[in-house]
């Protein structure tokens, strides 16, 4: 019972304190700076941590969505997502975690959260709901770690397993996933998918299985081997999800001087069918090449990526976190069956502590003789130590052939404990 006293103290004096620094991030200087340690020591259970440790994270977010579609209205929403859990110390190996998540809606319902019935405003994905985000229990034994739980999971750039973190709820799984660093200059994940809850806060059961294998080669990069087999098996109408999918990757840089450094990725996979799937895929091709460049603090990017279509089906990635991927206005969520190919490029840089960045998307269908479209991406991103952020954030897509043309505009404030 003390112990759950110590618990509810912490949380309430957290949400008491906190209100400060996140809303005058500007007074951030050796006030604010105790007043992060004497935080970090009121989330610490028992004396220095002895029985464990409080995480809190608050995230408010400002959304607005404009497009040219007949019959909707502007969608605009204005949430909080909070997340709070409790990590346990380390006993004998072992440690469990466990975490609420909900997101509060004070718009008004003027969006369609795809769970509010408002289906005449413009999407923004974020419903109010309320959940276990994650409840798991980890052994680490030989620089090895089994995880067994409802937990986050993010390979390589997220581009076939991701959390969907962008959105207020975020993906999560129901996974025994096993991680290894036993062998020099590698690492092994491989894992058993049982569940997913999406980000509105639904669940799609699924039997499914991936390992991913990535050897580091010194000042060149990492490459990476890969296989996941997804099958989905909660309803009929999500066998269609259901694929076996092969690839590599390469990734890295190299510094040949002090002030500049090459960046590269180049990435193929292949992609059928798999269990369940009614259709006969076969042989769906995916390709990502990038070239870039780091200059003092400006950063440049040109990229090809392309997700192959044939015979009405188009290369797929349902665990995606696809809002990092072929524009932030979320205009491909699903690859058309004529595919996809993506000509991008980017530049970020820093000022007066600033990050700022901008991206051109070019969209065409996978032979290149149709025109999507054109996105343009900005963003910018000012923080204040390891706890506070501010973000905004702008996509404008310009239609050609697919959907019709769309604006976003953020506006997020973030502290997290």
Known sequence: MAQINIFTVSVARFFVLIALPLFSPLLYCVEVTDFNESVENILKVGEKGKYGQIKVDLNYRFEHVDTDSAGKSVGNASTVRSRIGYLTPTFQGFKLYAEYEGNQDFSANTYNSLRNGKTHYETVADPQQHELNRAWVNYHLFESNLKIGRQRLKLDNDRFIGNVGWRQMEQIYDAAVLTSSFFPDMDITAGYITKIQDIKSLSTAMDSQFIHVGYTVPRVGTLVGYSYWLHYNDNVADNVKSTQTHGVRFDGGYQFADLFRALYTA???????????????????????????????????????????????????PLATLHAHQGWADQFLSTPSAGIRDIYGSVSMRVMG???????????????????????????????????????????????????????LWVQAGVSF
């Open 267 to 317: 990435e193929y996979a292949n992609q059928s069918d798999h269990a369940n799937n009614p259709n006969a895929i076969r042989g769906l091709d995916y390709f990502h090449l990038v070239v870039g460049a780091s200059v003092l603090n400006i950063t440049a990017k040109v990229g090809w990526e392309q997700l192959e279509g044939r015979e009405g089906y188009g290369f797929s990635t």
């Open 354 to 408: 600033v990050n700022l960045m901008a991206v051109y998307h070019d969209f065409d269908d996978d032979t290149g003789q149709v025109d999507y479209g054109q996105e343009y991406d900005f963003v910018a991103i000012k923080k204040w130590g390891k706890h506070y952020k501010l973000l905004t954030k702008y996509a404008y897509y310009d239609t050609q052939t697919h959907k019709t043309d769309k604006q976003v």
